[in-house]
Nanobody, 124 residues
Framework: QVQLVESGGGLVQPGGSLRLSCVAS????????MAWFRQAPGKEREFVAA????????YNRNSVKGRFTISRDNAENTAYLQMNSLKPEDTAVYYC?????????????????WGQGTQVTVSS
């Protein structure tokens, strides 16, 4: 069973940047499609970005296009989310997720394994 551990969250001012990391405890990390989701207080969890197992294709939520970049390093068993030009509405708990399947990587039901989440707060 894959375990995922996120890090890199914190408090940042509007316009600032953060890089989230998600380390997977598996030697078969390169077989997994990876994604980031987020959940703001009082709201449902929503898709942010996903990357295929090879890293050859990425998907992004419209509201983060041009600001957030998902990437992965299969040699380090790690997925990343680089977040630039952060806005207060980006405030949420960010979750990393992994899936062997490849049907709709924007759908949270695609993912079997989730991390514990890391808090991102954008505020002045």
């Amino acid at each position: 069973q894959v375990q995922l551990v996120e890090s890199g969250g914190g408090l940042v001012q509007p316009g600032g940047s953060l890089r989230l990391s998600c380390v997977a405890s598996t030697r078969t990390f390169s077989r997994y499609n990876m994604a980031w989701f987020r959940q703001a207080p009082g709201k449902e969890r929503e898709f942010v970005a996903a990357i295929t197992w090879t890293g050859g294709k990425t998907y992004n939520r419209n509201s983060v296009k041009g600001r957030f970049t998902i990437s992965r390093d299969n040699a380090e068993n790690t997925a990343y989310l680089q977040m630039n030009s952060l806005k207060p509405e980006d405030t949420a708990v960010y979750y990393c997720a992994a899936s062997i399947r490849y049907r709709d990587l924007t759908d949270e039901t695609e993912y079997d394994t989730w991390g514990q989440g890391t808090q991102v707060t954008v505020s002045s």
